[in-house]
C-alpha cells in the first residue's frame, strides 16, 4: 500500500491513515480540525492551499493562566468592558488558506466580531466579546484547529509600542515637493536666460516670481522635515570629531537651501529647489530601500520570547495557583506540565524528568532527570508532569543571568563605521578644500563670481551618488540573502560579514543536526524476528528515543503484542508471538559491559540474553567537512563546545587538523573567549545557535545563529541562517566581500560624475539645469549599476 | 492672464487633497502591512453560503502561492 498524506496537514500517515468522509488523516487531532472546519462551512480552507493545516497540540491546563485578570489586563490591546480587542502572534501562519481561516473565525464562534491577520508579522488582531467568548477559551479554540497562539513573557513585558513611520512620512513629503516643484519649475526649463526685454515669453516672466515663492514653500518641509535626520547626524559627527557622509550631505542641502532663496529674494535666478528636493528624496528612497525587515523574524530576541507568563504554583495548603514569573521565589514548588518551560532553575521533586535543553544548548536529545536532581531554566519537560523547587529566582537562574552581561545593553551600530563614513572623511575633506581654492582663485579674477562658484562647488559635490550606492547594493543583497534562507538583521550585517578573519564555531545544533539521529548497533546481531518484534514494540512507545530508532530500523509487518509494559525512566518491556523483548537504559536491560556515559544510547534484551546496543551520535550537517576546509583557507576557526569531550575524535577526524577545540565551555565562557580574541584585533564571526550562544552572538562582531525552523526558534543574532543552507555559507562571506567591491565600484563611477559637475561649478557656469539634469542622472545610473551587478552576484549563488 | 492663479490654486489644492489623503492613510496603518491584503483581495466573497452552486468554478482555482 502506498502511504498517503494528511488532507489536513500533509504530513505521511505511515501505514494506518485515520480515514473520515472518505478523505486520509495523520491522526485524530487532524481528523478533528477538519470535523470542526467542515461543520462550520469552512471547508473553502482546502481548497485555497491543500494541506495547510498543523496538527493541534495538547493543550490541558495550558492556557490556565488567561484566567488571571492581572495578566489579560496585561494582553488586551483594547478592553471596554465586554469588548476586547487582542494581537496573537500565531507561527503557523504561513499560507492563504491561513489567512482565510483566521479572517473567518466569526463563523465558529458567535462572539468573535472580526479578525485581521498581519502576514508578514504572523499575527492576527481578534475583536471580540468576552460576554460569549473569553480569552482563554479563545486561545484554547485557536488551539483546538491549530493555530497555536504563541503568548510568552515578551507579551507579557512590552508595552504596546507605536510603530515608527516617520521615514514613509518623510519619503511622501519629499516626493510629493519634489514632484510640484519639477511642475512649477518647467516654465523656467523651457524659458531660461530670457526676460521681458530679450523678448521672453510675457506671461511666464510676469508671474515667475510667484512660481519661485511657491516652489519655495514647498521645499521648506523638506529641509526642516524630511532632511532633518541628515543634519542631525552630521551635527553629530562633527561633535563627535567624526565627519561622516552626512556631513557634506547636511552641507549641500544647507548651501542649496541658502543659495536658491538667496537668489530669488534678489531675483538672480530660479534657484536650485528641482535639485534640492530631489536631492533629499532620492536619498530617503535609499534609505527606505535599505529598510528591509523580515518582520517575522526578530533578532532581538531573548529568553523572555520563551519564557511562559505564568506557571501552576503550589500554595501551602497544598492547592494548585496561577503565579506570575517575576512573583516566582526561592523555595516555591512548581508543578511543570508535558510541554511546559522550566522558568527557573530548581531541584526536581517529583515525577520524571526528561528535559529537553535544545532551547539553551542546541542538543535535541533529553536529558534524564530523577528526583532531588538539578534541573536547569529553559528545558523543556517532555514526559508527563513533574514538580520541582525553586533553588534561584528566574533573572538570577544560570541561563538568564547572561543577560545580565552589558554586551546586550551595547547597540553594535556604535562600534562600526561603515564603509560610506570612511569615504565620506576624505571625501568632505576633498570637498571643502577644492572649494576654498577655487574660491580664492575667483576671488582674484572677478571676485563677484566667487561666492557664486563657492555654493556652486558645495552642491555639485554633494555626495548624493556615494550615499546612495551602499543603501541600494546592500539592500538588494539583503533581499537576494533572504531569498537564499539567509535572513540579516540589517545592512550593516553584510558589511561586517565581509571584513570578518575568524569564524567561531558551536558544535551542538549547530554543526550537528538536531534531526534524526544515526544509531550505530554493537553487539550480537539481532535475528529477523528479533528485529521485528523490537520495531513492534517501539511503534507504541512514544519516547523520543523510541521515535528515533523505530524511523531508522526497516519495514516489518504489524504485529499484534501480547504483553506491553513501558517503565518510565527506564525502558519497556514486551512479549509477542515469538519471544519477549526489553528495550532501554543499561541497568534496566542488565548490560554486561561498562556504561559509556558519554553517549547516549539504547540497550535491548531479546528471549532474556543481552544482545547489544544502539548507540546514538551526533550526526554532522551536510558538508561540514568541505565547510570548514574552504573556511580554513583564509579564516581563522575554532569550535566551542559547551559539551564533554566525547565528540573530539570523531571531530579530529572531519575537521582541518588545524582547528582548535575547546569543550565544557559555559555561556560566558564564550562571550569572554570571544571578548579575548576581539582585543587581539581580531573580527569575529559567531556561528551559534541556542540560547546559551546568545552572549556570544552579541559579543561577535556579527552573530549568526543556525535555526532549523527559522519561526520556531533563534537568539538574539545579527543573522539568521537557515540550517539546510548551513554548507553555503563561506560562500554567503564571500558575495558580501564581492558587495562591497560593487559599492567600491561605484564610488568610482560616482566620483565620476563629479568631476564633470565641478568643471562646471569651478570655472562658474553652473546652471541651475545643469544641476537638474546631473543630479538624478548620477543617482539613477548608480542605481541601475548596483542593482544590476548585484543580481548577478545572487544568480551565482546557491 | 490672471486666471493663472485660479489654476495654480486649483492645481495646488488637488496636490494638497492627495497629500492628505496619503497622510491620512499612513496614519491608519495602511502602510504598515502591504502584503496580506493582496491575498486578501482574491478571496471569493461570501463563497461559503453557496458553496455547493460554486464547487464547480472552486476547483478551477489554482491554490495561491505566497512567497514568504
Not at chain 1, 323 to 330: L, P, T
Not at chain 1, 420 to 440: K, N, P, Q, Y
Not at chain 1, 625 to 650: C, I, P, T, W, Y
Not at chain 2, 5 to 11: E, F, M, Q, R
Amino acid at each position: 500500500m502506498e502511504n498517503t498524506n494528511c488532507y489536513h496537514c500533509g504530513t505521511d500517515c505511515g501505514r494506518s491513515p485515520v480515514e473520515y468522509d472518505e478523505k486520509a488523516f495523520c491522526c485524530n487531532g487532524c481528523k478533528m480540525v477538519y470535523e470542526i472546519f467542515s461543520e462550520n462551512d469552512l471547508s473553502y480552507y482546502y481548497e485555497l492551499q491543500s494541506a495547510a493545516g498543523a496538527t493541534p497540540q495538547e493543550q490541558e491546563g495550558k492556557y490556565d493562566f488567561l484566567d488571571a485578570p492581572a495578566i489579560i489586563e496585561k494582553l488586551l490591546e483594547f478592553n471596554d468592558g465586554n469588548m476586547q480587542v487582542v494581537n496573537l502572534y500565531i507561527p503557523h501562519i504561513h499560507c492563504s488558506s491561513c489567512i482565510w481561516i483566521l479572517e473567518n473565525l466569526n463563523k465558529l464562534n458567535t462572539g468573535i466580531k472580526g479578525s485581521q491577520v498581519d502576514f508578514p508579522k504572523k499575527t492576527v488582531r481578534i475583536t471580540f466579546n468576552s460576554e460569549v467568548i473569553s480569552l482563554k477559551q479563545l486561545a484554547i479554540m485557536m488551539n483546538r484547529i491549530g493555530y497555536e497562539p504563541q503568548i510568552t513573557l515578551a507579551d507579557f513585558d512590552e508595552k504596546p509600542t507605536n510603530v515608527d513611520r516617520s521615514l514613509i512620512y518623510k519619503l511622501g513629503i519629499a516626493g510629493f515637493a519634489f514632484g510640484n516643484v519639477m511642475f512649477l519649475s518647467f516654465p523656467e526649463y523651457f524659458d531660461l536666460n530670457t526676460n521681458q526685454e530679450t523678448g521672453g515669453e510675457y506671461w511666464l516672466n510676469e508671474y515667475q516670481d510667484l512660481f519661485r515663492w511657491i516652489m519655495f514653500f514647498f521645499s521648506l518641509p523638506v529641509v526642516l522635515y524630511s532632511g532633518r535626520d541628515y543634519f542631525i547626524s552630521a551635527f553629530k559627527g562633527i561633535r563627535s570629531r567624526m565627519l561622516n557622509i552626512d556631513v557634506p550631505i547636511a552641507l549641500g542641502i544647507l548651501v542649496l537651501f541658502l543659495r536658491s532663496t538667496v537668489d530669488i529674494i534678489f531675483n538672480w535666478g530660479p534657484g536650485f529647489f528641482d535639485s534640492l528636493t530631489g536631492l533629499v528624496f532620492f536619498l530617503l528612497l535609499g534609505k527606505f530601500f535599505q529598510q528591509k525587515t523580515y518582520s517575522f523574524l526578530s533578532f532581538e530576541r531573548d529568553y523572555k520570547s520563551y519564557f511562559p507568563i505564568a506557571v501552576t504554583r503550589f500554595t501551602e495548603e497544598g492547592k494548585e495557583e496561577i503565579a506570575q514569573i517575576y512573583e516566582i521565589k526561592k523555595g516555591d514548588r512548581l508543578l511543570i506540565r508535558n510541554e511546559e518551560l522550566i522558568p527557573a532553575d530548581g531541584v526536581l521533586m517529583k515525577g520524571d524528568g526528561h528535559i529537553d535543553y535544545s532551547f539553551v544548548t542546541g542538543e535535541a536529545e533529553p536529558v534524564r532527570k530523577k528526583s532531588g536532581e538539578k534541573v536547569f531554566a529553559g528545558g523543556k519537560q517532555l514526559h508527563g508532569a513533574i514538580e520541582m523547587e525553586i533553588v534561584k529566582p528566574v533573572s538570577q537562574s544560570y541561563l538568564t543571568q547572561l543577560w545580565g552581561n552589558a554586551v546586550f545593553n551595547d547597540e553594535k551600530s556604535g562600534r562600526f563605521q561603515t564603509l560610506t563614513d570612511s569615504i565620506g572623511r576624505r571625501f568632505t575633506i576633498a570637498v571643502l578644500s577644492i572649494a576654498t581654492i577655487s574660491t580664492s582663485i575667483w576671488l582674484l579674477i572677478d571676485p563677484s563670481l566667487a561666492l557664486n562658484v563657492f555654493t556652486a562647488v558645495l552642491i555639485i559635490a554633494c555626495p548624493c551618488a556615494i550615499a546612495l550606492a551602499a543603501p541600494f547594493t546592500l539592500g538588494n543583497m539583503l533581499r537576494i540573502f533572504g531569498k537564499k534562507k539567509f535572513y540579516l538583521k540589517n545592512t550593516q550585517a553584510i558589511e561586517q560579514l565581509a571584513q570578518i578573519d575568524t569564524a567561531i564555531f558551536d558544535k551542538t545544533g549547530t554543526i550537528t543536526t538536531s534531526a534524526k539521529s544515526v544509531a550505530n548497533y554493537e553487539g550480537l546481531p539481532l535475528t529477523e524476528e528479533e528485529e521485528s518484534l523490537l520495531k513492534n514494540t517501539l511503534r507504541s512507545s512514544n519516547h523520543p528515543l523510541s521515535r528515533s530508532l523505530y524511523d531508522l530500523l526497516a519495514e516489518h509487518d504489524i504485529e499484534v503484542l501480547e504483553d506491553y509494559e513501558e517503565l518510565t525512566g527506564k525502558g519497556i518491556q514486551a512479549s509477542g508471538s515469538k519471544g519477549n523483548i526489553k528495550i532501554g537504559s543499561a541497568d534496566f536491560v542488565g548490560s554486561p559491559s561498562a556504561q559509556n556515559i558519554e553517549n547516549t544510547s539504547v540497550h535491548i534484551r531479546a528471549n532474556d540474553a543481552y544482545k547489544g546496543c544502539f548507540v546514538f551520535r551526533n550526526t554532522y550537517r551536510k558538508g561540514v567537512a568541505h565547510l570548514f576546509e574552504e573556511m580554513g583557507k583564509e579564516l581563522q576557526l575554532a569550535l566551542l563546545s559547551g559539551d564533554n569531550a566525547g565528540e573530539k575524535k570523531r571531530l579530529q577526524a572531519l575537521l582541518p587538523a588545524t582547528t582548535p577545540f575547546y569543550f565544557n565551555q559555559k555561556p560566558e565562557d564564550k562571550l569572554h573567549f570571544i571578548k579575548k580574541i576581539q582585543e587581539k584585533g581580531k573580527k569575529v564571526l559567531m556561528v551559534g545557535d541556542g540560547l546559551n550562544d546568545a552572549g556570544a552572538l552579541a559579543q561577535a562582531n556579527i552573530g549568526i545563529a543556525i535555526s532549523e525552523n527559522i519561526n520556531v526558534f533563534s537568539p538574539a543574532c545579527d543573522a539568521i541562517l537557515d540550517a539546510t543552507k548551513f554548507n553555503e555559507l563561506y560562500s554567503y562571506i564571500q558575495a558580501s566581500k564581492k558587495a562591497m567591491r560593487i559599492i567600491k565600484m561605484s564610488f568610482v563611477l560616482s566620483l565620476m560624475y563629479n568631476m564633470v559637475g565641478l568643471y562646471f561649478a569651478v570655472s562658474g557656469q553652473l546652471e541651475p539645469v545643469i544641476a537638474a539634469i546631473l543630479m538624478p542622472l548620477s543617482s539613477i545610473s548608480i542605481v541601475a549599476f548596483t542593482t544590476v551587478a548585484t543580481n548577478i552576484l545572487g544568480k551565482k549563488l546557491k | 492672464m490672471s486666471v493663472i492663479y485660479i489654476l495654480l490654486a486649483i492645481s495646488i489644492v488637488v496636490a494638497l487633497v492627495f497629500f492628505a489623503a496619503f497622510i491620512f492613510s499612513v496614519k491608519r496603518g495602511q502602510y504598515d502591512d502591504s502584503y496580506t491584503p493582496s491575498v486578501r483581495m482574491l478571496f471569493e466573497d461570501e463563497l461559503v453560503k453557496k458553496a455547493t452552486e460554486k464547487q464547480n468554478d472552486l476547483k478551477q482555482n489554482k491554490p495561491i502561492e505566497l512567497n514568504n
